[in-house]
């Protein structure tokens, strides 16, 4: 990934499934026949992105216990690099595999927030900070003023800055209610 405009090709629906077996993702993986169906129904790319999305949430739920055992363990943490090695990522496709992160990030919490019965702050903090964060790192993504995305520069890095004052507003309307926010979003001790 080195280039917005190298996409690698759709990885098929059959490796894909192998791969999500093979991390454990399956109780029994599907039969070609059963894969021949899904595909039927959604179509090639609607499988595998579905296929692809259920990989991206086993693979990473793989990673956080392995990395999670390799601190424990005090060891290195360099093994980080070997995602971008997996991607083909230079310094440029690192920085679009981060700003695709935080894209998804930042909507995950927005979905998130909009389902909560009450927010405290925390929440909508968290939603506008990643949403500040994905901006800004759009901006870090252009490389040109050829790029179209050149002209939203100025208007991208405002609305970073909005969010990120939204953010602070959440967190200080939170310890305006009141000072121990830790006794306002921890059950009672018996």
Same mark, same amino acid.
Do not use: W
């Given at each position: 990934m080195t280039d917005t405009a190298q996409a690698p090709p759709l990885i098929s629906p059959k490796a894909?499934? $192998?791969?999500l077996a093979a991390l454990g993702a399956y109780a029994?993986?599907?039969?070609? #026949?059963?894969?021949? @169906? %899904?595909?039927?129904?959604?179509?090639?790319?609607g499988l595998v992105a579905r296929l692809s999305n259920a990989w991206y949430g086993?693979?990473?739920? *793989? +990673?956080?216990? #392995?990395?999670?055992? +390799? %601190?424990?363990?005090?060891? $290195?943490?360099?093994?980080r690099h070997e995602a971008w090695r997996a991607a083909d990522a230079d310094g440029e496709g690192i920085m679009i595999l981060l700003h695709y992160t935080a894209l998804r990030l930042a909507a995950e919490l927005r979905i998130i927030g909009e *389902?909560?019965? +009450? $927010?405290?702050g925390v929440m909508g903090a968290a939603a506008g900070a990643a949403e500040a964060l994905k901006l800004l790192l759009e901006v870090c993504t252009v490389r040109s003023m050829d790029d179209p995305r050149a002209a939203a520069v100025t208007t991208n890095l405002s609305r970073a800055s909005d969010q990120l004052a939204f953010a602070a507003?959440?967190?200080d309307?939170?310890? @305006? @209610?009141?000072?121990? +926010? @830790?006794?306002?979003?921890?059950p009672p001790r018996s």
């Open positions: 894909l499934s $192998d791969a029994q993986p599907p039969t070609a #026949a059963q894969l021949a @169906a %899904a595909e039927f129904a959604e179509g090639r790319t086993s693979a990473l739920a *793989h +990673v956080m216990t #392995a990395e999670l055992a +390799v %601190a424990q363990a005090g060891s $290195d943490t360099g093994y *389902h909560l019965p +009450v $927010d405290l507003e959440r967190i309307t939170l310890f @305006a @209610a009141a000072g121990d +926010v @830790a006794s306002i979003i921890s």
